[in-house]
Nanobody, 120 residues
Framework: QLQLVESGGGLVQPGGSLRLSCAAS????????MGWYRQAPGKQRELVAA???????NYTNSVKGRFTISRDNAKNTVYLQMNSLKAEDTAVYYC??????????????WGQGTQVTVSS
């Protein structure tokens, strides 16, 4: 079992910045890709950014050049630096981890979500 705990959400004005963190704990064998998703009211959950264990990244088009995903494998933690925030970035942000157990069983885990609100 893996637990993911997010932090860093909050209220910020348009143009501002926030940094989200997600720390994994529990029976960790190997965490492969980690990512951030978001879900706005009335919309489907969407991938924001993802990062492989080796550091390869992928971003949805709407956040390219504004958001940066990174991770610390030693701390089993993934970060999302969000700059130049816009009202349309308002959503609940969820951390996701693709974990491989010791018997090589893959499992996806989700955090509880953290609210990001961009408003003046």
């Amino acid at each position: 079992q893996l637990q993911l705990v997010e932090s860093g959400g909050g209220l910020v004005q348009p143009g501002g910045s926030l940094r989200l963190s997600c720390a994994a704990s529990g029976s960790i064998f190997r965490i492969r890709t980690m990512g951030w998703y978001r879900q706005a009211p009335g919309k489907q959950r969407e991938l924001v950014a993802a990062i492989t264990r080796g550091g390869r990244t992928n971003y949805t088009n709407s956040v390219k050049g504004r958001f940066t995903i990174s991770r610390d494998n030693a701390k089993n933690t993934v970060y999302l630096q969000m700059n130049s925030l816009k009202a349309e970035d308002t959503a609940v942000y969820y951390c996701n981890a693709d974990h491989l157990s010791s018997d090589y069983t893959p499992m996806f885990y989700w955090g509880q979500g953290t609210q990001v609100t961009v408003s003046s």
